[in-house]
């Protein structure tokens, strides 16, 4: 049996850490956690080990940590934590080539009626190929992968990349049970008006 040391940490979302070393185990739980019921953290300490042995996790105790974390009053603590202690290196909207904002300002008049507001825009620190953007709530700000900054990157494909953002803009992701529904029907549908979303599909695919 290997020696234990678990503590409640400050983490900026709900995350949860094991680490198996030499003959020691180390468990961060999130601070956030701390006054679960003990069924819930039964539910941790199964997952926890579970990963860290590589053995298969059980459907039940899954569940049980989802609908927690899913629960209204947790979802509002996250976000608030998330705004107070995370912190997100800005940068700026202009680019070499393209300037984000004014792509966004263009988009917003000829899809939404000029009607979203504008959240932070910011190029990526690195040009990352695995996250191409994403819209991050709790900051308000929608980061785009500094690859697309680049002469030959037709306008279209940006333009499609920035129209998804602005529609996680529109549509937040909703709560199914304990499953979180990021892009819903209506999110779907409107992904559809885009006029160049195959020719745009076809070009990050070769990215």
Excluded at 30 to 59: C, F, M, T
């Amino acid at each position: 049996m290997p020696e234990f040391r678990v503590e409640f940490y400050p983490f900026a979302n709900v995350n949860n850490t094991i680490r198996l070393r030499d003959s020691s185990i180390r468990v961060r739980i999130s601070d956030l956690l701390e006054g679960a019921p003990e069924s819930v953290l039964e539910a941790i300490a199964h997952i926890l080990l579970a990963k860290v042995y590589r053995q298969p996790i059980k459907a039940a105790h899954s569940t049980r940590f989802r609908r927690y974390v899913a629960s209204k009053d947790i979802r509002a603590k996250t976000h608030l934590v998330r705004q107070m202690r995370g912190s997100k290196r800005m940068g700026s909207p202009r680019g070499f080539i393209y300037n984000l904002e004014q792509v966004f300002d263009e988009l917003n008049v000829r899809f939404f009626h000029g009607l979203l507001a504008r959240p932070q825009m910011t190029w990526s620190q690195i040009r990352s190929r695995r996250s191409l953007a994403h819209y991050d709530p709790a900051h308000n700000t929608i980061v785009v992968s500094r690859i697309f900054d680049h002469v030959r990157v037709p306008r279209f494909a940006l333009e499609y990349i920035v129209y998804h953002e602005m529609l996680h803009l529109k549509h937040p992701v909703k709560l199914r049970g304990s499953r979180r529904c990021v892009h819903g029907p209506e999110f779907q549908a409107e992904e559809k008006l885009f006029p160049e979303l195959e020719r745009a599909k076809a070009f990050l695919k070769r990215l």
